[in-house]
């Protein structure tokens, strides 16, 4: 028997595909996109167009298994496996296969006894990113742990600074349709790799090109989209938001602004020209590494070219003043007033519209019961500092789901001796044997997309969607919801929304007072797969008045809605005083500047501290994995070179380092060896390396061994581009 199911790609990108799974007696045997959707339009990216591979992998946690061998990490050979695939062996003599029962129950013995000893809160839940689907990323699971009082998550390692510097503007998170972008005609992606991670939104600018739009790249690596840009603009890490203030002086003081809209949408335009004026080209220069000239010709063109849009991505937040450089960034458009135009604005995140019912699918009132108060929050990003160092009370227990923090934590080393104390009970519900499961002692086997149903919404995009089951679970895998309602149900948890279905669920989901839910429930989304938001009278921060633009009608539009959505045309931002606040109240409030500041990064080659570690070294994302996600598959493998240090000839050529060479890239926090690739991809004094599985490269040491557990300045995320080193030649033991 063969059908075709309707899915959703869940993983942690903007674009959320729409998926179509051929399904033959009972087996997948095809993935595509779906070209029914507006957005993704049929086409997947190279690693979930090879999602076979890794649902059938032979690698794959099919069963519960405990440890029986020592805690650690363990670097195996791989093997040749059948059909020609390789595998990761796992000895026999650190596992044992054991059943959901017995993997149930020592679960709850050892929670319960954690508990009466020490406390509730001296558990920890360690999930994100794994899956950014409804149910699966945050519902049964955060039931379970507010109802057993466990520490609280502050789940901020990847997006909170980007979010809090937008919202401190503009209130909310929404932005521009990507459909719009089509119809720009000078477009900035202000680090954001479109080609190698918002891959979806590529063809939109490619239309608009084909119509004579300029693509503008600022970025400090040059990524595949800045090798296709018609103007790509190195910048010194961590300065983008002088780059920012630059581009506002040029367009304060030669009244290029949009001073109806700045008057009428606006708030603080005054103080923001005071701030400006301390930013001339001159001054943004030396910080940035641009050229006067280009800095002025970019402010110009940025704001008399129109329409104009920015696609800016969370690498801008990754550096300390992450949180301010977003703040200024987002100021631009409500300076030029380019958000009244269809092909204007900027695009961070649309995640702000989608509005489900949040409380009642996590339900943080169960925490209250148990507790009589919110339990204590742990931020994600210090997880090496909570293990070691924590008391009041420590943590005795972490149960890691939809995350891989040996791999992706900063400050590496610390991580793995958290994970590596004998006192700390460690449950990972996971896919593979990762390298966290390294220091777990239970491992449950966790589906795939294609083995459950959910709901999934999108940070690129405005369509709701509905992923169907294409397959039965392989072996005795469990989604993370059926997983945490069993372990509700062996813990003795009778409260009745642990045994609500996964349609229920959904149901809870869309019951929400959000507008732009009307009319959507789980019988449209199941008969039509994605829905767009309902883009009416209201707005995605519910103020009313905002008429959705029509659509030209083109040939690529006709399959589209026939509206555009334009949420601060007439302005109605989300903020208190519904203005885009150029001057933030809430900000003075908090001891930060409530214009914008500027504040050189701690680890910069220009401070003068940094004389060992002259070197900035860009921790960034490989082209085809997703953080941690899909590294550890061959088909995937064979498009990402790993292992690599990117390097400037010039400061290659004083390190004595030649290209293929062996290097040792160190600091204070650890070293790495690494394999150095002498290109111009990166400025001098920058150097750049992806993140790869600890466990498969050499000493079983990732880039994190470099990386720091310091916050931005807003949203206190982590800080994985503000990070110096030093690299030298190798010297092999002798």
């Known amino acids: 028997m063969k059908k075709v199911v309707h899915a959703a790609c869940p993983h942690d990108c903007p674009d959320a595909c729409g998926v179509l799974i051929t399904v033959e007696d009972g087996r997948a045997t095809k993935i595509q996109g779906d070209p029914a959707h507006p957005v993704t339009r049929g086409f997947l990216c190279a690693k979930v167009a090879k999602y076979l591979d890794r649902v059938y992998s032979p690698d794959r946690v099919l069963y519960p298994m405990r440890r029986v061998g020592a805690k650690g990490a363990e670097p195996q050979p791989r093997s040749v496996a059948p059909h020609g695939q390789t595998r990761t062996s796992v000895p026999t003599q650190t596992w044992q296969r054991i059943s959901w029962d017995e993997a149930l129950d020592e679960i709850a013995e050892n929670f319960k006894k954690i508990t009466v000893e020490f406390g509730s809160e001296a558990i920890l839940p360690y999930s994100y ?71 979806h939104l590529w063809p939109f600018i490619e239309e608009a090109r084909r119509k004579g739009a300029k693509l503008v790249v600022i970025d400090p690596y040059r990524t595949r989209t ?7 603009l190195p910048i010194n890490p961590g300065t983008d938001a002088v780059l920012a203030l630059g581009m506002m002086h040029v367009i304060i ?17 005054e103080e923001l020209r005071k701030k400006a004026a301390e930013y001339p080209p001159e001054r943004v220069s030396k910080w940035t590494g641009i050229s006067i000239p280009d800095i002025v010709k970019l402010a110009r063109e940025y704001a008399t070219i129109r329409p104009s849009v920015i696609r800016v991505n969370y690498g801008v ?12 960034i987002t100021m631009l458009p409500c300076i030029t007033g380019s958000w009244k135009e269809v092909g204007g604005g900027l695009q961070l995140s649309t995640s702000g519209a989608f509005g489900l ?32 160092t924590l008391t009041g009370p420590p943590v005795k227990g972490l149960f890691v789901y939809g995350s891989n923090p040996a791999a992706v934590c900063p400050n590496h080393n610390e991580v793995v001796r958290g994970l590596s104390r004998p006192d700390l009970f460690t449950v990972v519900h996971e896919q593979f044997f990762t390298d966290t499961t390294d220091y777990a002692d239970i491992v449950l086997p966790a589906t795939t997309f294609f083995e459950h149903k959910d709901l999934q919404t999108s940070y690129g995009h405005y369509y709701l969607q509905m992923s169907d089951q294409a397959i039965e679970p392989l072996g005795e895998c469990r989604s993370n919801v059926e997983t945490f309602r069993a372990l509700a149900q062996r813990m003795g948890f009778e409260d009745a929304c642990f045994r609500e279905s996964v349609d229920e669920m959904m149901d809870i989901a869309l019951s929400s007072r959000n507008p732009l839910l009307d009319g959507i429930d789980r019988a449209r989304l ?20 905002v008429s959705p633009v029509p659509r030209e009608a083109s040939p690529e539009s006709q399959s589209m809605d026939s509206e555009f959505f334009m949420p601060f045309a007439p302005g109605n931002f989300g903020t208190a005083s519904g203005k885009a606040e150029l001057y933030s109240e809430a900000l003075r409030l908090q001891g930060l500047d409530p214009v914008v500041e500027f504040t050189p990064p701690t680890e910069s080659r220009h401070n003068p501290a940094a004389k060992n570690f002259p070197l900035e070294m860009l921790a960034r994302k490989a082209d085809n994995f997703l953080n941690s996600t899909f590294s550890n598959l061959p088909s995937v493998e064979k498009m990402e070179e790993v292992g690599l240090l990117e390097i400037n000839s010039a400061d290659a050529e004083a390190r004595q380092v030649k290209d293929g060479d ?59 581009y503000s990070v110096l080193v030093e ?7 002798s």
């Open 727 to 733: 690299v030298e030649l190798f010297q092999a033991a």
């Open 526 to 545: 199941e008969k039509e797969g994605h829905v767009r938001l309902n883009f009416g009278s209201k707005n995605s921060n519910g103020a009313t008045g």
């Open 317 to 328: 937040q990754r550096s300390e003043g992450g949180g301010m450089a977003t703040r200024a």
């Open 226 to 232: 800045a090798a296709c840009a018609d103007w790509y």
């Open 253 to 269: 003081e030669e009244n290029l602004y949009d001073a109806d809209y700045v008057s009428h949408h606006t708030l603080g335009f």
């Open 662 to 720: 062996k290097v040792r890239v160190f600091n204070r926090r650890g070293e790495i060896t690494l394999t150095a690739r002498v290109d111009g991809k990166v400025q001098r004094g920058v150097v750049s390396a992806s993140l790869y599985w600890a466990k498969l490269s050499p000493n079983s040491k990732n880039i994190n061994v470099l990386t720091s557990e310091k916050l931005t300045d807003l949203g206190n995320s982590a800080t994985f």
């Open 129 to 199: 990113g794994g899956t950014l689907a409804a149910l699966n990323s945050a519902s049964m699971d955060r039931r379970f742990f507010h109802r057993l009082g466990a520490s609280q998550l502050a789940r901020n390692i990847c997006s909170n600074a980007g979010e809090e510097g937008l919202k401190s503007v503009i209130g909310t998170q929404v932005g521009t349709e990507p459909e719009q972008f089509a119809h720009s005609r000078y477009i900035i992606a202000w680090a954001s790799n479109i080609h190698g991670n918002n891959v």
């Open 357 to 388: 019912n949040q409380d009642e699918l996590k339900r943080p009132d169960l925490m209250i019961d148990t507790l009589g108060r919110p339990a204590r929050k742990i931020n994600m990003v210090e997880l090496g500092k909570v293990l070691n």
